[in-house]
Nanobody, 120 residues
Framework: QVHLTETGGATVQPGGSLTLSCAIS????????VAWFRQAPGKERQFVAA????????YYWDSRSGRFIISRDTSKNTVDLQMNSLIPEDTAVYYC?????????????WGQGAQVTVSS
């Protein structure tokens, strides 16, 4: 069974950048699609981005802004989310999880997440 752990949460100033990392262990990776979600206070959990482990094809909730970039490192078994030009509305707990391609429905259990706070 695949286990995912989020790291890298921090408080950053508006306009800053931050990279979150999702470490993956156990199970078989080749058929996985791993996604990042976020949940802001008082709001529902929201899909942010996903990437296929085999081939590295990326999908984004908001492909227009280009502020977020998802990538995977097959040597380290990690999926990173690089976040640029952060704004206060990006403040949320960020989670990674395995998902079904197309629907982005989460298929695993949720971890503790990584808190990202954007504030001056």
């Amino acid at each position: 069974q695949v286990h995912l752990t989020e790291t890298g949460g921090a408080t950053v100033q508006p306009g800053g950048s931050l990279t979150l990392s999702c470490a993956i262990s156990g199970g078989t990776f080749s058929d996985l699609t791993v996604a990042w979600f976020r949940q802001a206070p008082g709001k529902e959990r929201q899909f942010v981005a996903a990437i296929t482990w085999n081939g590295g094809k990326a999908y984004y909730w908001d492909s227009r802004s280009g502020r977020f970039i998802i990538s995977r490192d097959t040597s380290k078994n990690t999926v990173d989310l690089q976040m640029n030009s952060l704004i206060p509305e990006d403040t949320a707990v960020y989670y990674c999880n395995t998902v079904v391609v197309g629907t982005y429905a989460a298929t695993g259990s949720w971890g503790q997440g990584a808190q990202v706070t954007v504030s001056s």
